[in-house]
Nanobody, 111 residues
Framework: QVQLVESGGGLVQPGGSLRLSCVAS????????MAWYRQAPGKQRKLIALISTSNSTKYGDSVKGRFTISRDNSENEVYLKMNNLKPEDTAVYYC?????WGKGTLVTVSS
């Protein structure tokens, strides 16, 4: 059974940084494309970044240049480094692999 557990969320001021982590189990991690999604209050869940098995990356327009996705296959972890955070980045951030989702971690950007 695939399990994805996110961590690293919290309250941060505008312009600040956070790094989210997602630990995966129950899968061959190195063989999976991994993705980060987010869901802001009252809005649909949206893809913001993904990383392939060959480490190619793709970003949503709203985070391009500010967020960086990376992975460590030896630790079964995928990361999302978020810089220059804005209030509109406030959301629950989810890790996804194929049809499996984590439970999410809340990021709040506020002064």
């Amino acid at each position: 059974q695939v399990q994805l557990v996110e961590s690293g969320g919290g309250l941060v001021q505008p312009g600040g940084s956070l790094r989210l982590s997602c630990v995966a189990s129950g899968l061959i991690f190195s063989a999976r494309t991994m993705a980060w999604y987010r869901q802001a209050p009252g809005k649909q869940r949206k893809l913001i970044a993904l990383i392939s098995t060959s480490n190619s990356t793709k970003y949503g327009d709203s985070v391009k240049g500010r967020f960086t996705i990376s992975r460590d296959n030896s630790e079964n972890e995928v990361y999302l480094k978020m810089n220059n955070l804005k209030p509109e980045d406030t959301a629950v951030y989810y890790c996804k692999s194929r049809t499996s989702w984590g439970k999410g971690t809340l990021v709040t950007v506020s002064s």
